[in-house]
């Protein structure tokens, strides 16, 4: 117990004091009237948004964003398994479909969202598309690539035992990109957020990213920084949920790296 | 040609008029002929660049020959790949799997169980005892050379490709392969095509050297019985013996 607590001081203790130091310096210059809250508002003024706002914020915002985060991601995992691992065995598919990656990648998200609220109305979906154009990419690009790098002589080797594609693809290949992979999905839960967050400023009814821009609008700078708190708060969850998931996965995949 | 073909068919390995080329060069073998009985030790030399890797990928199946034929316990035509054991250069042990796993890997591949008491029994003659759960980061150069080899016997087939394996290892570490080589060789009853740039090593393992380079092979018979020991390669006959291969190499150049 005496050393786990040790190691985590000595990976997290500086970042807890810089954060401790920052806010402090943060609540005094507000405090001592250095900048009018409307535009920067005092921590404890944004704790107490929190606290006032609590029952919206938890019981319908919160859950909003985090469902359009689940599915967006969701989805996301899937389909970007699926293509980068159908990129990776057909060589057409690659053709035809990484330029069209690269495309979705370019289009300015603002410009075709008025597509997707035609398409999709203020309903869940048209926010859980906002997030899948953002968090597929990642997803696809990591596994493509993953698949691809190295391993050419594991792969000559399995062969040489007889080995066939799905086999050098199942005992080399995935766990060799898995580091990769998850790599990817990191970046991609953390967009989710982002995505979510987008996608309901562009047209909803609910959400941590509609209340943050309710609240904007109204010069209510403490809500809004309320809303940006959990909203990084959940990306920050949501991040360290994969991490754990990838520490279990490559316990041993990390080694003679 | 046709009387070539007894020959053929009791051969383990048999390369007739085999040619090969990379895209766009000048061949690396043209009409090579290269023969291996069954039991036989036979080892491939050469200057790097010679095509000695190359020869190894044309008999896995890894590569096809240009022109020529390739067969292997007889069988000419067909597949190759998953008919020899082959052993790389690097050990290639998967770093995420536990030695017992990467020596089980040839056996996953065709969906076999082993026989796990036998695996062991395995383990303890290649001086891998008691790192069956270890991982090959924790091995040292050595070990990992005889898990790597222990992985292409376990492939259980009769021809065993080696290439290169001692060619990482200090000078220390290789005698004593080479005296654990000579030992569990004379019981292993495998065929053993083996590829070094190392005369002293060629002499002391093979029956049978074959010089590689310009394209073609010339064969060296290996005149000195066996049993044999490492401490071999001081006696003046083998010191006479790597004499007449060196002279011959350079006769070659």
Redesign the interface.
């Known amino acids: 117990m005496k050393i786990k607590w040790k190691k985590w001081t000595s990976d997290y203790g500086l970042f807890v004091l810089v954060v401790i130091g920052f806010v402090a310096i943060w609540e005094w210059i507000v405090q001592a009237g250095g900048v009018p809250s409307f535009i920067l508002p005092s921590p404890s003024s944004i704790w107490e948004a929190l606290l006032k706002n609590k029952d919206l914020l938890f019981g319908v915002h919160l859950p909003a964003t985090f469902w359009e985060v689940l599915i967006g991601f969701g989805i996301s995992l899937i389909g970007g398994l699926l293509f980068g691992v159908g990129m990776h065995f057909f060589r057409t598919l690659e053709k035809i479909l990484y330029p069209f990656l690269v495309i979705s990648q370019t289009v300015p998200l603002i410009a075709i969202s008025p597509i997707f609220i035609l398409w999709f109305g203020y309903t869940i979906w048209s926010k859980v598309a906002v997030t899948f154009l953002i968090a597929f990419f990642p997803i696809v690009v990591s596994t493509y690539d993953g698949l691809k790098a190295g391993g050419d002589?594991?792969r000559?080797?399995?062969?040489?035992?007889?080995?066939g594609r799905w086999?050098v693809f199942k005992?080399?290949q995935v766990?060799m990109a898995l580091p990769s992979i998850l790599s990817g999905l990191k970046m991609s839960v953390v967009y989710s957020v982002t995505g979510a967050t987008i996608g309901e400023w562009l047209g909803a009814s609910e959400g941590l990213g509609y209340f943050s821009r309710r609240m904007s609008g109204n010069l209510q700078a403490d809500s809004v920084f309320a809303a940006i708190f959990l909203l990084s708060l959940m990306g920050i969850i949501l991040f360290l949920f994969i991490r754990l998931i990838e520490k279990r996965l490559l316990k041993?995949?990390?080694?003679?790296? | 040609m046709r009387g070539a073909i007894g020959l053929f068919s009791s051969s383990m390995l048999a390369i007739n008029e085999l040619t090969y080329a990379f895209q766009g060069t000048a061949p690396i073998f043209e009409n090579i002929n290269l023969r291996v009985a069954p039991g036989e030790f036979v080892s491939v030399i050469g200057p790097s660049g010679s095509g000695k890797s190359t020869l190894f990928?044309l008999i896995?199946?890894?590569l096809a020959p240009d022109k020529g034929e390739i067969g292997i316990n007889g069988e000419i035509s067909g597949e190759r790949?998953?008919?020899?054991g082959?052993m790389?250069q690097?050990d290639?042990l998967?770093?995420?799997?536990t030695v017992l796993d990467n020596v089980m890997?040839?056996l996953?591949?065709?969906g076999k169980k082993g026989n796990l008491a036998e695996i062991h029994e395995w383990f303890s003659r290649f001086g891998l005892k008691g790192y069956e759960n270890a991982?090959?980061?924790e091995l040292s150069g050595g070990m990992r050379q005889r898990a790597a080899f222990l992985r292409t016997i376990m492939?259980g087939k009769e021809l065993l490709l080696l290439d290169e394996p001692f060619g990482a290892l200090d000078a220390m570490t290789k005698r004593n392969m080479h005296t654990w080589l000579l030992g569990l060789w004379e019981d292993l009853q495998k065929t053993v095509l083996f590829i070094t740039h190392d005369l002293e090593e060629a002499i002391l393992l093979s029956d049978r050297i074959y010089l590689l380079g310009d394209a073609h092979v010339r064969e060296w018979k290996v005149n000195l019985p066996r049993p044999r020991n490492s401490d071999q390669i001081y006696q003046p006959e083998f010191i006479e013996l790597r004499k007449e291969l060196e002279r011959l190499i350079h006769h070659e150049n």
């Open positions: 002589e594991y000559e080797l399995l062969r040489t035992m007889g080995a086999m005992k080399v766990p041993n995949l990390a080694r003679g790296r | 990928k896995t199946g890894l790949l998953g008919k020899v082959y790389p690097k290639l998967l770093p995420w799997r890997l040839p996953e591949v065709e991982f090959p980061d492939t």
